[in-house]
C-alpha cells in the first residue's frame, strides 16, 4: 500500500531523446552509448527524489506530452538535420506541459548567432567572423581579417562537429558536403585544442557541478567521441571557474542544466565556443554526483 502512495505521489518526466541513440535502431550513431551513460546515471538519481524520467523520442507520434508533468531536452542529437521540424515539436510538448529548458531559451541558444549578445554582454570569446555561406569568397575575406593561416568554419545552426571543417590558407577547400549548408561562423584555429582540450563547466540550476576536459585524437581537432577524443576530470582553478559562472550569469531565466565550453586562446585565457543550453551532454563520468545534482535541481524547479 505504501509503494502504491508513492508511485501515485510521483512526478512523472519526459527525457527527450532520438531514435539514432538507441542502441538497436538500425541508423544508430557511432556514440549512441553516451545516451546509455547519461540515462544511467539520471533515472536513478531522479527515482529517489520522487520522479520518473522516462525516454521518450521527440517525433514519435505517440508520444503525448501532456502526460507527463515536465519534459527536459535530453540527446535529441539529430534535430540540426530537421530544425524547423524540432522546433514545432518543442512547442507543441511546450503548449502541454513545462519544457526544460524553455522554449524561449531553445529558440536564443539554436543559433550560435547568440554569442554576439554574450559578447557585448563581457563574456570572453574568440575573435568570429560571420558569413552568408562558407564558400570560397568568404573564407578569403576571413582568412584576412582574422589575420590568420589557418581557420575552423562551423555552421550557425548545428551541434558536435556537424559539417564544421578546419581550413588552412592555399589549401583546396574542402567538399561542399562537409561545409555548412547555410550561414556560418569563422574562427582563428587555436592550437590550445589539439594541445590541451577544451574544457565544459556544467551547471544544474545555476549551481555548478563537474567539469570535463575533452581531448581529441591524436592529429585531429575534434573533441567529439565519435572522431576518437575522449574527456578527462578537470578540478578547475577559482579562476577558471569565475570565468565560466560570468558567461552563465549574462543569461537571465531558468535554466535546468547549462554547459559553458571553454579553450584557451593566444593570450593564454579561457575563451567561450559555445554556451549549450539545449542538448548537452552532461558527461557523467567526469561527475560521479552529477545524477544527484540534476535531480535536485529538476525536483526544485517542479516545486
Known sequence: MEEVEYLRGMKHVAFLSAACMIKDHPKARKDYWEYDLEIAALAPACQA???ELVTCIWDDPDFDAGEYDAAVIGTCWDYMQTPDAFEAALAGIAGKTRLLNPLEIFRWNKRKTYLQELAARGAPMIPTIWAERADA???????EALGCEDLIVKPVLGGGAWRQARIRRGEA?????KLPLAECMLQPFLPAVSQEGEYAFLFFGRAFSHCARKVPAAGDYRVQSEYGGHEEVH???DEELALASAVLDCVDGDLLYARVDMLRGLDGKLALIELELIEPYLYPEQGPD???AFAAALKTMLG
Open 49 to 51: 527524489e520522487g520522479i
Open 137 to 143: 569568397a568568404s573564407i578569403a575575406a576571413a582568412f
Open 173 to 177: 577547400l574542402p567538399d561542399p558536403e
Open 235 to 237: 578540478h578547475p582553478s
Open 290 to 292: 552529477m545524477g544527484k
